[in-house]
């Protein structure tokens, strides 16, 4: 193990990690953003905008990500619209975690029992307050899991970023592996910043699973 | 006294399936009225139609001479007007006890908060439950949340309060409690119509009984003369169905 | 029609055999995934089953397996099969080798979290039943367990599919030659007499995975919702 070629590597994984999270959270907060607006749409079934967003969910949910951002990186461009390699690993996370979250917000606002409904009804509620009241906070409750189940998963998508020239952990890693050959060294380093960045939030997707199920709804 | 709901031809179908025919009654201030049937005889939707939680097809229902169904318009008067309690309870789970009470006075009626806070333990104290207003819905058991969402519909003032068999899904140890609560209103002159399946307490609590078959009402009573003399070989095949032989 | 078609880049795909080489390309991911799904579901459910006896040592192996599995991206990991494993062994991996190792290290951990999953959702009360009706435990699982499970394993099982093809467009990253990478290198080499080649093409791959994908995932959901009730 050469550890003085791991202490110069760092500052340079120091820098593509804060990158990575930069990018990585911001497309995520773009993808919490989409998707409860589509969710939102799709609950309401509000006319011609549900069948867009649904088309929108079926095709970035069933295709992956290295492909959408290919055709936003190197695609889009031909047809005039130019963006930063930045900009499009943000974009792309976004649009393919709002498909992600407009489905698990969408199920966890159906969840709710219609007697949850009827009772509410029932006290003089009107439709948006039972919305406000009732509806939604149950179902961010119930969706919880499956929210942070999709961070992490968005967190580990940004690992293709290097696919569109984005200066990210991999790239560093695979950059500095075809320069030095120190692999062990390289890759032991982008383990490590991995687990960084994903094991606090596993950790704490647990503990809010924890606090949530058990908490709010007291057991 | 004077009449508080009224119900003319009510005619009630799911998918041309007529479920409630030509069904009529009218109910005074300060009367209990007890439904009883067999199951689906259309005793739960009967009630579902008076708060207007179910769409009719004929006739009309009236509180105090206004017609509240059919006509969607401003049915959220009418629910402050009509409390139901519900045979699932339907506690709102992501709220404490006296939260649950207090959400529809403070969000619908725009009362003050203190006040409905000290009016909702005043009212938990009275069906014993104080001590369990800051719990959730969860650590309830089912007669001790039927009587939480009995205190709900309560603390809307109500004119009149509507049962859907509010003991059906309870362990029998604690259907008692809850009738109590029920016994206790019907005491203070409270109007209210109950569908249930407790004979004993039909008898107890009503000032008259409703038989309901087949959407119809069948048979019409006093407590005395329906379980003494009752008059129709149905309903007399149905209160045989609850002895042993 | 021609301009237009030009102008939007689809032109090369009629020239020659492309649309057939990025067929092919995809038939290569397919490959892949395919081989993954079968060998992960059958060591998933091995482990699965293993997982929901409650052994202690087995299940503190394999929950440290799971949260690696949770945390890692299959990006790094193909980097370290790939790459490490070379280096630190000595041999020589192919890539195509060293991806269905990744995949189906991913996928038996996914496949064994359902399989427990599924296992433990069955009330404790039908284990109890069984066994009072004096069934030894593998009559139970064979006639009792199973059929209740795998209902609500094969939409799951069949939704790890799509993920596993999607998660196989990772392979050009390490050298193979898939959909993508010959996406590539058709722009490369009709960068002159199509410079927007690079807009069809991958609006090309993009409707290819979306066509591979999408009827598999319909059919999970439809099968989900069937048995569901």
């Known amino acids: ?97 709002g498909s992600y979250m407009a489905e698990t917000f969408r199920s ?17 509620m009107s439709k948006s307050q039972i919305f406000i009241h009732i509806i939604l906070p149950q179902a961010f409750t119930i969706s919880i899991t499956a929210l942070i189940a999709n961070v992490i998963f968005l ?13 990210d952990l991999m790239f560093t890693a695979k950059d500095l592996i075809g320069l030095y050959y120190n692999t062990t060294e390289c890759l032991l380093l982008l383990v490590l910043f991995y687990i960084l960045m994903l094991l606090p939030v596993s950790f704490l997707g647990n503990l809010i699973e924890k606090k949530v199920r058990f908490g709010i709804f007291g057991d | ?25 009218t109910v005074k201030k300060g009367e209990v009225t007890v439904v009883i049937g067999p199951s689906g005889c259309g005793k739960s939707t009967f009630l579902r139609c008076i708060n207007g939680l179910e769409d009719i097809q004929d006739g009309r229902v009236l509180l105090h001479d206004e017609v509240i169904n059919p006509n969607k318009k401003d049915l959220r008067s009418t629910h402050e007007k009509i409390g139901m309690v519900f045979q699932s309870y339907d506690l709102f789970p992501h709220k404490t006890i006296i939260d ?45 949340k039927q009587r939480v969402a009995i205190v709900r519909a309560l603390i809307m003032h109500p004119e009149i309060l509507l049962f859907d068999e509010v003991t059906a899904a ?76 | 029609m021609n301009a237009f078609f030009e102008k939007l880049g689809f032109d090369v795909l009629l020239k020659g055999n492309n649309m057939l080489r990025l067929l092919q390309g995809l038939g290569v991911a397919l490959r892949i995934s395919v081989i993954s799904v079968v060998i992960s579901i059958v060591l998933g459910i091995i482990l699965g089953v293993l997982m929901a006896q409650k052994n202690k040592v087995i299940n503190v192996i394999a929950k440290i397996y799971l949260e690696i599995v949770r945390i890692m991206p299959q990006m790094v990991l193909l980097f370290i099969v790939y790459f490490g494993i070379t280096k630190v062994l000595g041999i020589n991996m192919e890539a195509e080798k060293a ?87 058709i722009i490369e080499a009709n ?35 069937r048995w569901e009730n």
Not at chain 1, 155 to 167: D, G, N, P, R
Not at chain 2, 12 to 18: N, P, S, V, Y
Not at chain 2, 192 to 220: N, P, Y
């Open chain 3, 99 to 185: 991806s269905i190792i990744v995949f189906t290290f991913w996928g038996t951990a996914e496949m064994s979290d359902l399989v427990r999953g599924s296992l433990i959702s069955i009330p404790k009360t039908q284990y109890e039943s069984s066994e009072a009706l004096g069934f030894t435990k593998s009559q139970m699982y064979m006639y009792v367990i199973i059929p209740q499970t795998i209902r609500r394993l094969i939409p799951l099982s069949i939704n790890l599919i799509t993920r596993m093809i999607k998660t196989t467009s990772l392979v050009m990253m390490i050298g193979i030659v898939e959909v993508l990478k010959v996406g590539q290198q």
């Open chain 1, 108 to 124: 966890g606002l159906c969840a709710i029992a219609n007697t949850q409904i009827e009772s509410a009804t029932a006290l003089g």
């Open chain 1, 1 to 97: 193990m050469n550890t003085e070629a791991i202490v110069s590597y760092l500052p340079l994984y120091k820098e593509a990690f804060v990158l990575t999270i930069k990018i990585g959270w911001l497309g995520i907060a773009l993808a919490f953003a989409i998707g409860i607006v589509s969710a939102f749409i799709l609950y309401f079934n509000i006319p011609v905008l549900s069948k867009v967003i649904k088309a929108y969910v079926e095709l970035f949910r069933n295709t992956p990500l290295l492909v959408q951002l290919f055709f936003i990186y190197f695609g889009l461009p031909k047809m005039g619209i130019d963006i930063s390699s930045q900009v499009c690993g943000c974009l792309g996370l976004g649009l393919l975690g």
């Open chain 1, 155 to 167: 967190l580990k998508e940004t690992s293709v970023f290097s696919a569109i020239s984005l200066m």
């Open chain 2, 170 to 245: 309870l362990d029998p140890e604690m259907v008692r409690e809850v009738l109590e609560v029920i016994l206790s209103l019907a005491k203070e002159g409270r109007t209210m119509l109950i569908v249930t399946h407790e004979m004993d307490f039909a008898k107890a609590v009503a000032d008259r009984i409703l038989f309901m078959d087949g959407g119809h009402i069948v048979e019409e009573g006093s407590p005395e003369e329906f379980f003494e003399n009752t008059k129709t070989d149905r309903a007399k095949r149905f209160l045989d169905s609850f002895k042993y032989k």
């Open chain 3, 191 to 225: 960068r002159k007499t199509s410079p927007n080649a690079a807009f069809g093409i991958f609006a090309t791959v993009f409707l290819l995975y979306f066509i591979a994908c999408w009827p598999i995932s319909q059919l999970s959901k439809y099968l989900e919702r």
């Open chain 2, 1 to 25: 006294m004077e009449d508080i709901l009224k119900i003319e031809h009510l005619h009630k179908a799911f998918d041309g399936f007529t479920v409630l025919e030509d069904v009529n009654l």
């Open chain 2, 100 to 144: 649950n009470v207090a959400l529809a006075p403070i969000k619908v009626q725009k009362r003050k908060k203190e006040d409905v806070y000290k009016e909702a333990s005043e009212l938990l104290d009275r069906v014993g439950l104080l001590a369990k207003k800051d719990s959730f819905p969860r650590q309830l058991s089912g007669g001790q």
